[in-house]
């Protein structure tokens, strides 16, 4: 009985430590998968669908801040985010891909965006300094997390006491997505996101509809 309890245990450590966004990420394997995707995250249109300065207001962002975007993509966030805090704030760019990471330099350096950095991230830490980000930004990417308890405590390590971890993320619905596909391609809905994190060292402070029936807004400060 003790050997099969010890089995039952490593089997279930097991269920715990797998990857869990394998269908959000199925489309995002090769770097043709990528170019793909960023045509999207490119698109003119998305400043009026993503409402980025409303974003940039309801995450409390001020200038002097240091901000960090995971997830960064192409870079869509970081001429907004780089504005807000201004030249004596800091914004870090980060992505796990390298492909990504150029096009947001690139969209920097075109853009002169002094204040950005970058970091190439991995798919358990973003690899921000400890204790030295205000916010970090988390924009459609939160269903990406393989691992997101290992990426939440990196994220509660790289904030200051009393940091914040914005998310903005697609509801479980069939209309959240084109096709329906938030169904398959959303892994928990809304009250499940929240429990996820706040049972990882953080607590709700608001929460709001961000796109109307497509996508919500979750602001949670660092235990």
Same mark, same amino acid.
């Given at each position: 009985?003790?050997?099969?309890?010890?089995?039952?245990?490593?089997?279930?450590?097991?269920?715990?430590?797998?990857?869990?966004?394998?269908?959000?990420?199925?489309?995002?394997?090769?770097?043709?998968?990528?170019?793909?995707?960023?045509?999207?995250?490119?698109?003119?249109?998305?400043?009026?669908?993503?409402?980025?300065?409303?974003?940039?207001?309801?995450?409390?962002?001020?200038?002097?801040?240091?901000?960090?975007?995971?997830?960064?993509?192409?870079?869509?966030?970081?001429?907004? =985010?780089?504005?807000?805090?201004?030249?004596?704030?800091? %914004? &870090?760019? #980060?992505?796990?891909?390298?492909? !990504?990471?150029?096009? /947001?330099?690139?969209?920097?350096?075109?853009?002169?965006?002094?204040?950005?950095?970058?970091?190439?991230?991995?798919?358990?830490?973003?690899?921000?300094?400890?204790?030295?980000?205000?916010?970090?930004?988390?924009?459609?990417?939160?269903?990406?997390?393989?691992?997101?308890?290992?990426?939440?405590?990196?994220?509660?390590?790289?904030?200051?006491?009393?940091?914040?971890?914005?998310?903005?993320?697609?509801?479980?619905?069939?209309?959240?997505?084109?096709?329906?596909?938030? =169904?398959?391609?959303?892994?928990?809905?809304?009250?499940? %996101? &929240?429990? #996820?994190?706040?049972?990882?060292? !953080?607590?709700?402070? /608001?929460?709001?509809?961000?796109?109307?029936?497509?996508?919500?807004?979750?602001?949670?400060?660092?235990?």
């Amino acid at each position: 009985m003790r050997v099969a309890g010890i089995v039952a245990a490593l089997a279930l450590a097991a269920v715990a430590a797998a990857q869990v966004a394998g269908q959000a990420n199925s489309g995002y394997q090769t770097e043709q998968q990528r170019k793909g995707v960023a045509g999207g995250l490119a698109d003119p249109a998305r400043d009026e669908r993503q409402k980025p300065g409303e974003l940039i207001r309801a995450m409390g962002l001020q200038a002097g801040m240091t901000v960090a975007d995971v997830g960064t993509g192409i870079g869509y966030m970081l001429p907004f =985010l780089s504005r807000r805090v201004g030249a004596e704030g800091r %914004v &870090i760019a #980060e992505d796990i891909f390298d492909d !990504f990471l150029a096009s /947001a330099k690139q969209r920097a350096g075109n853009l002169k965006l002094a204040n950005v950095t970058f970091v190439k991230g991995t798919e358990t830490d973003p690899k921000l300094p400890e204790g030295e980000v205000d916010i970090v930004l988390a924009l459609d990417v939160y269903h990406h997390f393989d691992y997101p308890e290992k990426m939440l405590a990196a994220i509660h390590r790289s904030l200051k006491p009393g940091g914040k971890l914005v998310v903005v993320e697609y509801y479980k619905r069939q209309e959240a997505m084109p096709e329906g596909r938030a =169904l398959t391609h959303i892994r928990l809905d809304m009250p499940d %996101v &929240i429990k #996820e994190i706040e049972a990882n060292h !953080f607590h709700l402070i /608001a929460e709001q509809e961000h796109i109307p029936d497509s996508q919500y807004l979750l602001i949670l400060r660092k235990n």
